[in-house]
């Protein structure tokens, strides 16, 4: 009860569609057994020599009837449980988005989206064939019983005692048949580990092509399929015993019928009685059977939902305590300082240790660093995904741990190397950093992003959807999009997360100069472990293994023989190398 209820307030104003689906269902149940009592009807009356044509006519519409409007108002019920479900179907997805709308930032660092996509794709859908299909057949299977032994008791109570003895036992055999329930959640969790490893072995596979690898590189995959495997077996086996034992049970009332009918003298209202009871029981067992595969489902439906549940609970986000997330921090002029700030993700490692500095607002500051130095982690500290770091954060004199992600993110534009679009129109993709742009600004932060050109050989210009008819931008022409929309925005302070990474020349150059004109405009934090821009850097701050080891300008820096120094050189040396080799 307390699950269809959880059901009932997922499909929301749909809920009365499977209300009346559970109705025609119970409906459809009694009607089937119209046959079975015309049969009985049809013995009885023999007995007593009272067959008629027009008897038989009226029983055998009777019986008719019952199966006809029987199939009919069963079909209905299907159709108003499925629409049920493919609400029930939408609201989870809904949910799903919405709790991503609202899930930390942290969350999406540790799950991978193909892995957030297929919990909320599979468990949505797994719910929704059990709406659709499962909730009539289960109000089938617990009405049809209850009238089965309603008649039977009427007949002959002690058949009626005989077939509740074995429904009680066949009932609790049910329940040890849904086995060990801790079983059950292993193997669903290991179900999903191999769903979204067949995903990964899937995308890697072009790249055992190319380089010839063996199969036996996806060591994941192979674990999940044994891993599964193993859960499954397990499960299976611990219904095993109560599996057999209650097939044995269900199939003893037609034995004990029949073993009951030789030892007694029989009359021919015996015979229509103990003959009526042995086709129904019939039906009662089948019923029994039918309910024991839905339990089942109904355990799958629940875990699903507590599945979509559980992936957000952990990532949830606590918001400040009232008073002190209302004192405005004023992002465009105020100082933004880490204050011995040390942060590890895990207990394994520190990721940043001891870090201080200050970021002058309406500067450019880049971060450099060796790759793992916990250049994106501070990011991510500003940003507000991660809050148990140790230390404070300022902006101004306002502790950010005391601001909500979306205050935080509402001032602050984070782009990183996989920022991407959506698949919608540019000029839609540009709206979402301001849906009140103007023509006039959306021009242009199209000039001061570098992006003009870009546009002009689109075919419909900013009205070209993305994705369709095969239009797709390289990645590097998303990026000089995502700097577009960092102009667009309201926001004061922006990052730049290693956004010309893996981008060619010509949008690398191109890039530059729109990041110059960015900080021009706004506090401007460039993660780059390239080293060309730190030349136009109000200052630059230098990561190694967690520590912040120097800071200054570009000038300052080189004329120490410090850490940058001797990144600057090796840089050097790199680009060196390169040249060589094309000679
Ligand atoms: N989500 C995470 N969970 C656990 N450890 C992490 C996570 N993200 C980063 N780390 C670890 O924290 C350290 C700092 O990582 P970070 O991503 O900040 O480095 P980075 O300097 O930005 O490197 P890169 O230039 O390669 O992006 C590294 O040791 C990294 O392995």
Redesign the pocket.
């Known amino acids: 009860m307390k699950n269809l209820r959880r059901i009932l307030d997922i499909a929301g104003d749909h809920s009365k569609h499977l209300y009346g689906s559970i109705i025609l269902s119970a409906l459809s149940a009694i009607l089937m057994l119209f046959p079975y009592f015309s049969i009985y009807q049809l013995i009885t009356l023999s007995s007593a020599g009272q067959v008629s044509v027009n008897v038989l006519k009226k029983y055998g519409a009777l019986a008719l009837g019952g199966i006809i409007f029987g199939i009919i108002t069963y079909f209905v019920a299907l159709w108003l449980s499925h629409m049920a479900g493919f609400r029930v179907e939408k609201n989870i997805r809904k949910y799903g988005i919405n709790q991503l709308l609202k899930i930390s930032l942290s969350f999406f660092?540790?799950e991978e989206s193909g892995a957030i996509r297929k919990t909320i794709d599979d468990n949505a859908s797994l719910t929704h064939s059990f709406v659709a299909h499962n909730i009539p057949d289960i109000v089938r299977s617990v009405v049809g019983p209850v009238i089965i032994l309603g008649s039977i008791f009427m007949i002959n109570w002690f058949y009626g005692v005989l077939i509740v003895a074995i429904v009680i036992v066949s009932l609790y055999l049910l329940k040890k048949m849904m086995g060990n329930t801790n079983d059950m959640t292993h193997y669903m969790d290991a179900l999903d580990e191999m769903n979204s490893a067949s995903t990964e072995f899937i995308r890697g596979i072009a790249l055992v092509k190319l380089f010839a690898v063996p199969l036996t590189v996806f060591k994941k995959f192979r674990a999940s399929i044994t891993n599964y495997a193993q859960w499954a077996l397990n499960y299976s086996f611990s219904a095993r015993r109560a599996y057999v034992i209650n097939q044995i049970v269900l199939e003893l009332f037609p034995l004990l019928l029949v073993f009951t009918l030789s030892k007694r003298a029989m009359n021919a209202d015996h015979f229509a009685g103990a003959l009526f009871c042995l086709l129904v029981s019939s039906q009662v067992v089948l019923l029994l059977i039918k309910v024991m595969y839905i339990g089942e489902n109904l355990t799958l439906a629940m875990q699903a939902l507590d599945r979509v549940d559980n992936m957000f609970v952990k990532h949830q986000t606590t918001p400040p305590s009232e008073s002190l997330s209302t004192i405005p921090a004023d992002f465009a002029n105020d100082r933004l300082s880490f204050e011995n700030v040390t942060f590890s993700?895990?207990s394994k490692?520190t990721?940043l240790e001891n870090i201080s500095f200050d970021i002058s607002p309406q500067r450019m500051t880049v971060i450099v660093?060796?790759?793992?130095?916990?250049?994106?982690?501070?990011a991510?500290l500003i940003i507000g995904a991660y809050k148990n770091y140790t230390g404070r954060i300022f902006i101004g004199k306002t502790e950010i741990k005391n601001l909500t992600e979306n205050q935080l993110m509402s001032h602050i534009t984070y782009v990183s190397q996989n920022s991407r679009l959506f698949s919608r129109s540019i000029l839609e993709n540009l709206q979402i950093a301001n849906p009140n742009a103007s023509t006039q600004q959306i021009d242009q932060a199209l000039k001061k992003a570098c992006c003009e050109d870009l546009i002009a050989k689109l075919p419909k210009g900013l009205e070209t959807l993305l994705g369709e008819d095969g239009i797709y931008l390289s990645g590097g022409e998303q990026q000089r999009l995502a700097l577009c929309q960092a102009f667009l925005s309201a926001s004061q302070i922006v990052i730049l997360d290693?956004v010309t990474a893996s981008i060619d020349t010509e949008n690398e150059s191109q890039m530059q100069l729109a990041i110059s004109k960015l900080a021009a405009e706004k506090t401007l934090i460039v993660?780059d472990?390239k080293l060309k821009i730190t030349k136009d850097a109000a200052q630059v701050l230098v990561?190694d293994q967690?520590k912040l080891v120097e800071s200054g300008t570009h000038k300052e820096l080189v004329s120490r023989n410090g850490k940058y120094r001797e990144m600057i050189r090796m840089h050097e040396q790199t680009q060196q190398w390169k040249l060589g080799e094309g000679k």
């Open positions: 660092d540790n993700y895990d490692k990721a660093g060796a790759s793992g130095s916990g250049k994106s982690t501070v991510r290693e993660i472990h990561f967690g």
